[in-house]
């Protein structure tokens, strides 16, 4: 089993030190939206879809510089409806599917056990202020085998500064249930590399040659 982008449910935890090696008991991903978050972006993008309709009318019904005027506006108004619709839709899906990880998780919870790794590449998101919102590690296990991972912050966590992303060649312990199919979840956790210096060299993961 291998895979080079990181699946639903494939993620990585950034620790400030190894601690025991005992597996992760939860993904820690975002909640699926709450019902009234659901309902009221669902009554957003409703109102949305409305004034785009009404807008469209005016532009056909009323006096315009042309048809092409009409036409070219109908697409942008049509078009930022629909995105919000399917962003909309994106969203309550994902939320699914986190939902869905972790309850698969919690399920072979204690099938799980631990393979040390290595970090051989990464893909790294930077906003304007050069913050990281997110980051995805390609890593190759005791076995040969390739798989990924994203880090995302938690709600209520700020975003990274980018000398906390780790590099090509971080050690990592790889948390996956055995024998499972490339779907299942799984954890790729990974120090600090800003504490690392400061752990202890012999609790680090080993990866054989």
Same mark, same amino acid.
């Given at each position: 089993?291998?895979?080079s982008?990181?699946?639903?449910g494939?993620?990585?935890?950034l620790l ?5 090696a005992?597996a992760?008991v939860s993904l820690r991903l975002?909640?699926k939206?709450?019902?009234?978050s659901r309902?009221?972006?669902?009554l957003?993008?409703t109102a949305?879809?409305?004034l785009?309709?009404?807008l ?5 019904i009323?006096?315009?510089p042309?048809?092409?005027? &009409?036409?070219i506006?109908? +697409?942008?108004v ?5 995105g919000?619709g399917l962003?909309? =839709?994106e969203? @309550? %899906?994902?939320g699914?599917r986190?939902e869905?990880?972790?309850?698969r998780?919690?399920?072979i919870?204690g099938e799980?056990?631990a &393979?040390?790794?290595i970090? +051989?590449?990464?893909?790294v998101?930077t906003?304007?202020?050069g913050a990281?919102? =997110?980051?995805? @590690? %390609?890593?190759?296990t005791?076995?040969?085998t390739l798989?990924a ?6 709600p209520s ?5 980018q000398s906390? +992303?780790?590099?090509v060649g971080?050690?990592?312990r790889?948390?996956?249930?055995? =024998?499972?199919?490339d779907s ?5 956790e990974?120090l600090d ?8 060299p012999s609790s680090?993961?080993k990866?054989p040659?």
């Amino acid at each position: 089993m291998s895979t080079s982008t990181p699946r639903d449910g494939h993620v990585v935890h950034l620790l400030q030190h190894w601690g025991d090696a005992a597996a992760p008991v939860s993904l820690r991903l975002k909640p699926k939206p709450s019902a009234v978050s659901r309902i009221a972006l669902g009554l957003l993008v409703t109102a949305a879809a409305v004034l785009a309709v009404y807008l469209i009318l005016i532009l056909w019904i009323f006096e315009t510089p042309g048809w092409w005027f &009409s036409l070219i506006f109908t +697409v942008m108004v049509g078009g930022f409806a629909l995105g919000i619709g399917l962003a909309y =839709r994106e969203a @309550l %899906r994902s939320g699914v599917r986190r939902e869905q990880a972790s309850a698969r998780w919690a399920e072979i919870l204690g099938e799980v056990r631990a &393979s040390p790794g290595i970090v +051989v590449s990464r893909d790294v998101a930077t906003r304007e202020d050069g913050a990281v919102p =997110r980051f995805e @590690l %390609r890593v190759k296990t005791e076995h040969g085998t390739l798989v990924a991972g994203e880090w995302r912050p938690q709600p209520s966590a700020r975003s990274l500064l980018q000398s906390q +992303v780790p590099g090509v060649g971080a050690h990592v312990r790889v948390w996956r249930a055995e =024998r499972s199919p490339d779907s299942d979840p799984l954890v790729i956790e990974v120090l600090d590399p800003t504490v690392a210096p400061d752990a202890d060299p012999s609790s680090l993961p080993k990866y054989p040659d």
